[in-house]
């Protein structure tokens, strides 16, 4: 898309956001419910267009579908645990915004290697599934079970919580 006009650019980009939008807000379209969690579809959007445009404009598409996720969970939560634990931007955002851009960066390394697209494709799109899902549940783990276990009923084990609040972890029994 090197040689496509600025605005050819910008118009297929608020594109992306208005698809990210329609996708977040709308029931069953963006997130799919399984009982007490929901799956979700949408990075496979944000991937895409970090794909297309780079890894600065996949920043923003991640940032958008990670600020639409804590007005999605403080307007229509689908469960209690929505509003627990995904109005906190470090669960909600900060694994989002990280999508796109591992997605792109992936996408730029593989297919110097390969040169081949479909293969740059396919793994930039399992690196940002995995980006999804690893540091949203990284982030619900750390933050409610360790940092800040008041917030729920989950309690670390002693060790873990020795060495969180220890500056020498080889201190804490095992």
């Not at 697209?117 to 619900?140: F, K, P, Q, R």
Request: net charge positive; proline share 7%.
């Amino acid at each position: 898309m090197g040689n496509r006009s600025r605005a050819y650019r910008v118009s297929m980009q608020a594109l992306f956001l208005a698809l990210i939008a329609v996708q977040t807000m709308v029931p069953m379209l963006g997130y799919l419910p399984l009982g007490f969690v929901n799956l979700t579809i949408i990075h496979i959007t944000v991937i895409i267009g970090a794909i297309m445009f780079g890894p600065g404009e996949g920043l923003l598409i991640g940032t958008v579908w990670g600020v639409l996720t804590i007005v999605r969970a403080y307007t229509a939560p689908t469960s209690p645990m929505d509003t627990l634990v995904f109005t906190n931007p470090l669960v909600s955002v900060v694994p989002r915004m990280l999508v796109g851009v591992f997605a792109a960066l992936t996408f730029w390394g593989v297919y110097k290697l390969f040169k081949k697209v479909v293969i740059a494709s396919v793994v930039a799109g399992a690196i940002g599934s995995l980006t999804n899902t690893v540091l949203v549940l990284l982030a619900m783990g750390t933050l409610y079970t360790v940092l800040w276990p008041q917030h729920t009923r989950c309690q670390p084990e002693p060790w873990v919580r020795c060495w969180v609040q220890s500056s020498s972890p080889t201190a804490c029994p095992r």
